[in-house]
Every structure is written in structure tokens, then in C-alpha cells.
């Protein structure tokens, strides 16, 4: 199992920064991609960014050229630093690990944080 906690959320006015952290512990592997996800009332649950184990990264187009992801493979933690946030970008943000191993068979794991919550106030 994987275990996954954040921290770091919070109230901000727009315009201002704030970074999210993931904290991963247990059969984490070194195969594996962190993601974070974002949702809101009503809403499904959206990629914001992604990062593999080699650094390969992705963002929603919604937040580019203002958050950046970054992971610390020693510490096993998975960060992401939100600037210029906009009142849109309020949600419950949550940590996925999706890690791959091989148990029986290849398989891919996934792996939720609890969540943490963002307000954007105008």
C-alpha cells in the first residue's frame, strides 16, 4: 500500500501564491507518476499536473505558466507551486500516485491523498 498526505492548502486573494505538498510513504516503488487533481462541487475530479519519476511533466492547459510541479525522489514527495491564482482555481486539490509493479503481473496502482482545500477569494 501507499499512503499519501498534503499539506499546504489554505485562503489566498487572487493574485497570490501558495504550494502544495505530498508526502508518500510505503510500497511506493521507483516506477511510478505523481499527479495532482483538482475538483469541485458538481464537478469531476481534473488532471492539474503531472510528474513522472524521470521528471517527465505535463499540465492542465488551464495553468500553465502558473503552477509548477516538482518532486524530491529522496524524500519521496511530490510538490506544486501555484502562482497568480485566480478565484477559478478554488477546489479540493488531491495527490495521486500511480505506481507500477509487479507482483503476480504488471500492474498499475493508484493511490489518493486525502485532499486539501484552496480558495481563490476576489
Known amino acids: 500500500q501507499v499512503q499519501l498526505v498534503e499539506s499546504g492548502g489554505g485562503l489566498v486573494q487572487a493574485g497570490g501564491s501558495l504550494r502544495l505538498s505530498c508526502a508518500a510513504s510505503g510500497r511506493i516503488g521507483s516506477d511510478n507518476t505523481m499527479n495532482w487533481y483538482r475538483q469541485t462541487p458538481g464537478k469531476q475530479r481534473e488532471m492539474v499536473a503531472s510528474i513522472s519519476r524521470s521528471g517527465r511533466i505535463n499540465y492542465a492547459d488551464s495553468v500553465k505558466g502558473r503552477f509548477t510541479i516538482s518532486r524530491d525522489n529522496d524524500k519521496n514527495t511530490v510538490y506544486l507551486q501555484m502562482n497568480s491564482l485566480k478565484p477559478e482555481d478554488t477546489a479540493v486539490y488531491y495527490c495521486?500516485?500511480?505506481?507500477?509493479?509487479?507482483?503476480?503481473?504488471?500492474?498499475?496502482?493508484?493511490?489518493w491523498g486525502q485532499g486539501t482545500q484552496v480558495t481563490v477569494s476576489s
Open positions: 495521486n500516485a500511480k505506481v507500477a509493479r509487479t507482483d503476480s503481473i504488471y500492474s498499475i496502482y493508484d493511490y
